[in-house]
């Protein structure tokens, strides 16, 4: 089942490149803090600015050093059904543990399409697949409907990333879904609300920067101490807060730079922070002691 704190991985670059020796430090910096999954290719990874050898190369290293020490997602989706499901086949010859399949942007799908979508892409690819919905990104909001349809029809759907901030379409999916699925927080400042109402876990960008307080925070979740948990949670809020001062990854990288861990190198249209909000991160980051 997936469970726990995955990391919505950032990608550092370096001189127009990936830089990978900033990016087998980041991998270890996971694994040496508990981090439960790494997400490779998702939103926060600038995935939309790689190139496609530039994706197969991140994949071909990332594997190599995590070396299946914790188990690996990886972002295959994009709005292009034959690039998805292309993407979606390496991902397992590469052996990853799941795949994480944004629903299709900019093109608006209806309900039933999406269905179709997802459910052809399931019976291609025998891999756990976890639906994206971030309707704030793609402008379409899968609804639980369809979702728990999905769910039930399709063993190898094992999840949804819900980062729509609707809680009671997130409470529909969880009550109505087959027991083994997972909704996975796709939005840190909820956290705690989705795993109270029965989530599994979920997809952060802030444990980029809090790998253990985010691991420790899921499973105090998980294991049903949701007065810890609820200590943690609000230990956590003004960090997930500053995580989105302005567009993720921005703030994200930004921290790890402060923190000494990447250069600070972003792709356009990404840029760098404004000048106030980098000392509000500061400040932040100087309060829970990473700087």
């Known amino acids: 089942m997936l469970q726990g704190s995955y990391v919505a991985l950032v990608t550092p670059f370096k001189d127009g490149g990936i830089d990978y020796s900033a990016l087998e430090g980041l991998l270890e910096f996971h694994i040496e803090n508990g981090t439960h999954g790494i997400l490779l290719l998702g939103t926060t990874a600038e995935t939309a600015a790689l190139a496609s050898d530039e994706k197969e190369a991140l994949l071909l290293f990332a594997m190599q050093k995590i070396n299946k020490r914790v188990p690996v997602m990886i972002g295959t989706g994009s709005h292009n059904f034959k690039q998805s499901l292309a993407a979606t086949r ?16 900019y093109i608006k799908p209806t309900q039933n399409g999406m269905y179709e979508y997802f459910k052809a892409i399931a019976d291609e690819v025998d891999i756990p697949i976890v639906v994206y919905n ?11 409907a369809t979702m728990v349809k999905l769910a039930r029809e399709c063993p190898n759907i094992a999840g949804v990333k819900e980062a729509s901030g ?17 909704l996975m ?4 400042a909820l956290n705690l609300p989705l795993m109270a109402i ?16 985010m691991s420790q925070h899921m499973e105090s979740c998980l294991a049903g101490d949701f007065a810890s948990a609820a200590k943690q949670h609000r230990q956590l809020q003004k960090l997930n807060w500053a995580m989105f001062i302005e567009t993720n990854p921005i703030p994200a990288k930004e921290s790890l730079h402060m923190m000494g861990k990447i250069g600070l190198d972003f792709r356009l249209p ?5 000048d106030a909000n980098r000392e509000i991160l500061r400040k932040v980051l100087q309060e829970y002691k990473f700087v």
Do not use: H, M, W
């Open 270 to 274: 990404i840029c760098p922070l404004q």
């Open 185 to 188: 927080s796709g939005e840190d």
């Open 198 to 213: 029965g989530g599994k876990g979920c997809i952060s960008v802030t444990a980029n920067v809090a790998p253990k307080l």
């Open 90 to 105: 390496r991902a397992k010859e590469l052996g990853a543990d799941s795949a994480l399949i944004i629903t299709p942007y």
């Open 134 to 144: 971030v309707p704030g990104r793609t402008g379409v909001n899968i609804n639980a």
């Open 166 to 182: 609707n809680i009671p379409q997130a409470t529909e999916i969880i009550r109505d879904a087959p027991e083994s699925f997972s």
